[in-house]
């Protein structure tokens, strides 16, 4: 990565310089398996005299050839920059050169199919990729016009951002010629060609325009491809957007395209939006997946308008891209598609990634300090996507749905095809809503850190309240008071359920709040504060309410109501307020009869952090058996066939310890152990032969008699991840090693074995790897590209570990290295997730 940085003052320097207005880009994808021919022509203007650089991340230069005078290739050009040099008012820059695929997820990715061998290309240029494909100035306020066409095998189907032409076929070789995009920044082009299958249909625009769609996939998915369903919600996501921002679909087509080996859940290419290909269903999912995917899709079609018609001037405002896509897809999914609890997955999902990363040392606020390229590499996190969708939420309650909405649409129509800053929002909504929003602006999105919200409740002898307040504190590192405009819930047993029987809304502001409306009402049996979750904040819950949650909340009837309960608790565990062990039995009674499939997935997933690190050592190993023989039971009982019977087996799978656990994992694999409606199915085979190394109970000669039976790209993937459980020292160190010490491994296969590396029930088997983990992180940052270093320095911290010479090595090697502040971090946020195990821990043993 050295050298390939470039700073906001560069790029401010340049575009004070240059105005660029169209791309012309010829790429010939027939020349092997290593490289591409990547010609660009690029007409701009500039300051006459001036000089500049222009990015471009090759093999090999040809020729750069600027307004007819060929320049010396050995002078200006070092591999990732090309020096222009006084320049003229109206500039045409020609620039040949040979590109490399990679096998890293960024630029051009190059991926054969294990199953019948094909070649598949796809293009991923967010952040600062499409530099990897052709010459560019590459930031997002240079946009222009992008004319691409593309030499491949004829059989190939080539897509881009434009409607993808009749080829000029050449015997086996064809060219297709693509007409020039609208202005576009140029991270969100797009190339992907291969033989790839495809479902075409359309729809109807609400100008009157026929919007052509398509699908497609490689040809060894296609038969799990449920494309009508995916036409259906895209239809549903048309229809809604088109109708609340005023704004008809700005592109002439929609592709949705599934890419292999993808390092994201989707990207927002305009008109050929590109999806990790797990979302083809090859074998059973759970129902918190299934609508994840509508979320992924509705998200990157928000991003049509919101990021690709109207793109930030820097990535600073990166949030105005992701943070509304983020809510955009939460309310549409909740709105306009089947899956109406979106809020409650939200709430359990989104904003509990939110809350994480805001109590990080990295936090920052939604709109960020972006100084250079790799600030914005590890800005795509929890506070521009999770916090800033909740902060929107919190903004929509307070400025109203409707002069919201109106704002939105007044904004796309101001600034269609050009690029913005968070003050060209603000101004649209305050005009709408009657709200002046600086100083609003200021305390969310301008300042970082979480508050944390507690009822203080006075009563009668009968439980009639006579005073009530809401108490608001603020980190010490972050003390910022904010508005929050939210509800308070009363809730009482009836029967078998716990309702809320009274709600008021109110704005809360300051250190304290009085809530004078709630004098005069009894208590219930429960208090929710930030009741139906439009406020971002970390909730307590009064001694009373948490004694009847304990007990009660699987009576919750409302499932947001719930989510909010399960997330309070959640976060007094992480802020060591409540005993971990008090969350494990927390989840293991009330989790039976939750409804919700992200719900259960979220606590499930908390449940095994709590019993692996958060509970005293001491208990550990029995708190892990204790969740393992809980989920098996709660499985055993679970409704056949049901989401929950399902969840319940994969926890149970992937914290199995004893040898009780292995047969029941064996049995299940071999047919003698049986659930009613449980299907073992290709994927699920995987996760149980996982579970059966995991406990020491399968090895190598299974996990490649597994991959030979199941000889896919994701059965490669399984493998990879099954070998690096295997529960040894050395099992551990080949699997670092493999990963480490090569680049030949893809970047889903670097994923999967950094997923396998942790996944442990014995973490002293990780201790001989501390050393070798820090002695290498500098040479991986130095080596890498970005997208795996980062796999690397994360995925690889041994964080199993939980304990303070873990801190230590930690902190002496974040001592020892000031510089890089990206990869600082990385292994900064890595120590705060220890520390925050170790008061756990403390709060356990006490």
Not at 71 to 89: E, M, T
Not at 324 to 353: G, L
Not at 603 to 617: G, I, K, N, S, W
């Amino acid at each position: 990565m050295p050298g390939e940085n470039l700073t906001r003052v560069e790029a401010q320097e340049r575009r004070s310089v240059v105005d660029v207005q169209s791309y012309e880009i010829e790429l010939d994808l027939t020349r092997g398996a290593e490289v591409f021919g990547s010609s660009t022509t690029v007409r701009f203007t500039a300051t006459p005299g001036a000089s500049t650089f222009i990015d471009a991340l090759t093999r090999t230069v040809h020729s750069v050839t600027l307004n007819g005078a060929a320049l010396d290739v050995a002078a200006v050009n070092d591999g990732v920059r090309i020096q222009l040099a006084d320049l003229a008012a109206e500039n045409e820059l020609v620039v040949v050169a040979d590109a490399e695929y990679t096998n890293t997820g960024e630029g051009l990715h190059r991926f054969v199919d294990p199953v019948d061998g094909e070649v598949y290309l796809y293009s991923q240029f967010e952040v600062p990729d499409s530099r990897r494909v052709f010459a560019v100035f590459e930031q997002p306020d240079l946009k222009a016009t992008f004319q691409f066409t593309v030499t491949a095998p004829a059989r190939w189907e080539v897509v881009s951002n434009q409607p993808t032409p009749e080829p000029a076929v050449d015997g086996d070789v064809a060219t297709w010629t693509f007409s020039p995009t609208p202005v576009l920044s140029s991270y969100i082009t797009a190339v992907v060609a291969g033989p790839y299958d495809v479902v075409r249909s359309e729809l109807t625009s609400s100008d009157g325009r026929t919007i052509p769609l398509g699908i497609f996939t490689r040809r060894s998915l296609t038969e799990h491809l449920d494309a009508d369903y995916i036409f259906e919600k895209t239809r549903q996501g048309f229809a809604y957007y088109e109708e609340k921002f005023r704004y008809a679909y700005p592109f002439e087509k929609y592709d949705q395209l599934f890419v292999p080996e993808f390092n994201a859940g989707a990207m927002e290419n305009a008109g050929a939006v590109t999806f990790v290909e797990t979302y083809v269903f090859r074998s059973k999912v759970t129902d918190a997946i299934k609508e994840r995917r509508v979320v992924t899709i509705l998200h990157e079609l928000a991003h049509m308008w919101f990021g690709d018609l109207v793109t930030m001037k820097w990535w600073n405002d990166l949030w105005l891209n992701e943070s509304f896509a983020e809510w955009a897809s939460t309310i549409s999914t909740a709105e306009a598609t089947e899956w109406t609890e979106a809020w409650t997955t939200f709430q359990a999902m989104e904003k509990s990634w939110a809350y994480r990363q805001d109590q990080l040392p990295s936090t920052h606020p939604v709109v960020a300090t972006i100084n250079d390229l790799e600030d914005v590499q590890v800005n795509f996190d929890g506070i521009t996507y999770a916090k800033g969708g909740s902060v929107l939420k919190q903004l929509v309650a307070w400025v109203g749905i409707d002069a919201f909405y109106a704002g939105v649409a007044a904004y796309f129509q101001k600034h269609h095809h050009s690029n913005t800053e968070l003050s060209d929002l603000l101004v649209e909504l305050e005009a709408t809503s009657g709200r002046e929003l600086t100083s609003w602006s200021e305390k969310w999105l301008e300042t970082a850190g979480v508050n944390t919200l507690r009822p203080e409740i006075e009563t009668d002898a009968d439980g009639v309240v006579t005073a009530f307040a809401v108490l608001q504190e603020a980190p010490a590192d972050y003390p910022t008071i904010r508005p929050h405009r939210l509800a308070i819930g009363l809730y009482d047993l009836d029967g078998d359920a716990l309702v809320r029987r009274h709600r008021v809304e109110i704005d809360v502001d300051g250190t304290r709040t009085e809530v004078p409306e709630l004098v005069g009402q009894h208590r219930g049996a429960l208090v929710l504060v930030n009741d139906d979750d439009l406020a971002y904040a970390k909730i307590r819950l009064d001694e009373a309410s948490l004694a009847t949650a304990l007990e009660h909340l699987a009576k919750i009837s409302d499932p947001l109501a719930r989510a909010l309960v399960w997330g309070s608790v959640w976060d007094a565990t992480r802020d060591a307020e409540t005993a971990p062990r008090d969350y494990v039995r927390l989840v293991l009674d009330n989790i039976a009869t939750e409804t919700e499939s992200t719900t259960i997935r979220t606590t499930l997933a908390q449940l095994a952090q709590t019993a692996r690190a958060y509970v005293d050592p001491s208990t550990r190993a029995s708190t892990v058996t204790e969740v393992g023989d809980g989920l098996w039971a709660l499985a055993q009982r679970a409704e056949a066939g049901s989401d929950a019977q399902f969840q319940f087996v994969k926890a149970f799978a992937g914290i199995a310890s004893t040898p009780e656990h292995a047969a029941t994992l064996q049995g299940l694999t071999d047919g003698s152990v049986a659930l009613d409606g449980l299907t073992v199915d290709t994927d699920l085979r995987w996760e149980l032969l996982e579970g059966l190394v995991l406990v020491g109970a399968a090895g190598t000669a299974e996990i490649d008699a597994a991959l030979e039976a199941d000889n896919t790209a994701n059965g490669a993937q399984a493998a990879a991840r099954a070998r690096a459980t295997i529960p040894t020292t050395e099992g551990k160190l080949a699997a670092f090693r493999s990963i480490v010490e090569s680049s030949e491994q893809p970047n889903a296969i670097v994923r999967a074995t950094a997923q396998g590396f942790v996944h442990t029930n014995d973490p002293a088997i990780l201790q001989p790897l501390v050393e070798p983990y820090f002695a290498a992180l500098t040479t991986i940052w130095e080596s890498r590209s970005y997208h795996i270093a980062d796999t690397l320095v994360s995925g690889l911290y041994p964080s199993p570990l939980a304990d303070q010479a873990l801190v230590d090595s930690s902190r002496a090697w974040l001592e020892a290295n000031p510089g890089v502040p990206a990869l600082r971090r990385i292994v900064s946020e890595s120590v705060s997730g220890v520390e925050r195990a170790l008061r756990a821990q403390a709060a356990d043993a006490s």
